[in-house]
């Protein structure tokens, strides 16, 4: 009891289905007490930092596969996946 009267204290925990998004759609930003659309850059970060986006796996507009150096492919794929990218039969040894 507060000044004779009763209340009760509620915690919300933090949400795991960020960024959330409203009915209609829209993304909002909260700044202080109210809410704003967010940019585009805040909704890619927003993205990112909840995993939903990784920008390994985006198509870089204008590469080709030559422009792969394909030990370096390699090196990477093993250290990540642990396994020959050579075993895949896409790319060969250079």
């Known amino acids: 009891m507060v000044d004779g009267k ?6 919300v925990e933090k949400g795991t289905g960020r960024p959330y998004q409203t009915l209609d759609g829209k993304f909002l ?6 809410n704003r659309h967010a940019t585009k850059e805040e909704l890619s970060r927003l993205f990112q930092a909840a995993g939903l986006v990784h920008f390994d796996i985006s198509p870089v507009e204008g ?3 030559d ?11 093993q250290g990540y996946y642990q396994n020959s990218l050579w075993r895949l039969g ?3 040894a250079a």
């Open 6 to 11: 009763s209340f009760y204290m509620v915690t």
């Open 29 to 34: 930003i909260r700044v202080g007490s109210t």
């Open 63 to 65: 590469t080709r596969a």
């Open 67 to 77: 422009d792969l150096d394909p030990a370096k492919l390699h090196d990477y794929w």
């Open 90 to 92: 896409s790319w060969r």
